[in-house]
């Protein structure tokens, strides 16, 4: 027994090594969302590409939608464009942009360049809704599931790898459970 | 010798006066001194969710300027503290309080340190008695030992 007590400072030193040693490779990045499990807060903004027509949260609720914060000022989205114009063809999802503290024109001009993956997008210059959503960079994506519940937050590029291992089991989760409502 | 202290002091001054810069300035107009030192507060407690190790008021990032903004608009429509702090975690989750609420996800953090330490005393009072026991149970001798010290004595 005594011996044994006499390597507890030991193994404590380990354990505590193995717990840091494993807080290396965190990101530190990834926040869990505060709205997770919340509803689309509500919103009163335009599309991007025409100005008089206004879009609110109920126009965002009917399937699994993805809502992609982009702004022409943020480099990581030009990263992650060709792969958004991929997910745009999978039909399990619709995905719409956010455009973020961004200027109108130039987003326009981005849209035509690099072709515009996004069934529309929603203009936030003031980056209220981005608030609302508790944005803090771009480029972020947020899971909606059928009923407007926000299931998940993911900040940080989009691309292949990521695209299968964090937004394809949700979405096959999420039409499980609407099969099941059904 | 003389040259090198002041060309000390002097660095020292130099590096005084960035630290004095990077700290971003805001031109906001307060409805009155109290507002003002709420304000500073606030922006102290909260935490930017950008750049992670700075609080509002130290945070040069756009949505840090943001959330400032956003703090004082809330001040500004008579907001109470609590309200703007429970606002931020809204949205920000509770990452944003540099003070974080007490309830059972935290529980480990505010009082983990009391209870490793009242672990430590209770370990020290232990041994400290182990070791004076043992030094009593030594020093006592019983009657048969007395005799034997007193034949080798006597022997002497």
Redesign the interface.
Known sequence: MNKLIRFIPLILCVALGVVLYRGLFLNPQELPSALIGKKVPEFQLTKLLDETSIITSADLVGKVVLVNVWATWCPTCKYEHPYLLDISKDERVVLYGLNYKDDRQAAQQWLQHYKDPYVFSIFDEEGTLGLDLGVYGAPETFVIDHYGVIRKRFAGAIDTRVWQREFVPLITQLEAERAKGI | MKLLKTLFIALVLVGTTNLAYASPVDTYEFQDEVTKIRFQALTKELRC??C?NQNLADSNS??AA??RR?VYNLLEQNKADSEIVDFM???????VLYRPKVNSMTYVLWFGPAILILFGVVVVIFVVRKKQQQVNETQTLSAEQKDQLKDILNNK
Not at chain 2, 89 to 95: I, N, P, T
């Open positions: 969710p950008k992670q756009p949505i943001d959330l956003e975690v809204d949205r920000y989750g509770e990452f």
